[in-house]
Nanobody, 130 residues
Framework: QVQLVESGGGLVQPGGSLTLSCAAS???????????IGWFRQIPGQEHEGVAC????????IYSDSVKRRFTISRDNAKKMVHLHMNSLKPEDTAIYYC????????????????????WGQGTQVTVSS
């Protein structure tokens, strides 16, 4: 069983930055190398919105139009961590942010949906407000 734990959320002013982290762990011998990782966000009462995804080889990275050129996803397989660097934050970025993982490793021209992943974190709240 893989566990994903998000951290780094908080309150930030519009135009500010935050970096979210997703720490992965499992039984001994686990490696993050073969996992596709995605970041999602959800406003209460709405569906999960895909924000970004990265494949196992770091060759395929996709961002939603709403965050393109403002957010950057990166991974450190040795530390079993995935990060979401968020810049130029807007009030509409306010949501609970989740990371999700799946050992599938690869995807095509669009990110896997929330239901395509096998593991999900519990989420971290990001609030953008003055």
């Amino acid at each position: 069983q893989v566990q994903l734990v998000e951290s780094g959320g908080g309150l930030v002013q519009p135009g500010g930055s935050l970096t979210l982290s997703c720490a992965a762990s499992a039984t001994s011998g686990f490696t993050l190398d073969y996992y596709t990782i995605g970041w999602f966000r959800q406003i209460p009462g709405q569906e999960h919105e895909g924000v970004a995804c990265i494949d196992s080889l770091d060759r395929n990275i996709i961002y939603s139009d709403s965050v393109k050129r403002r957010f950057t996803i990166s991974r450190d397989n040795a530390k079993k961590m995935v990060h979401l660097h968020m810049n130029s934050l807007k009030p509409e970025d306010t949501a609970i942010y989740y990371c999700a993982g799946d050992p599938g490793g690869r995807f095509g021209s669009s990110c896997p949906t929330w239901y395509d992943y096998g593991y999900w974190g519990q989420g971290t709240q990001v609030t953008v407000s003055s």
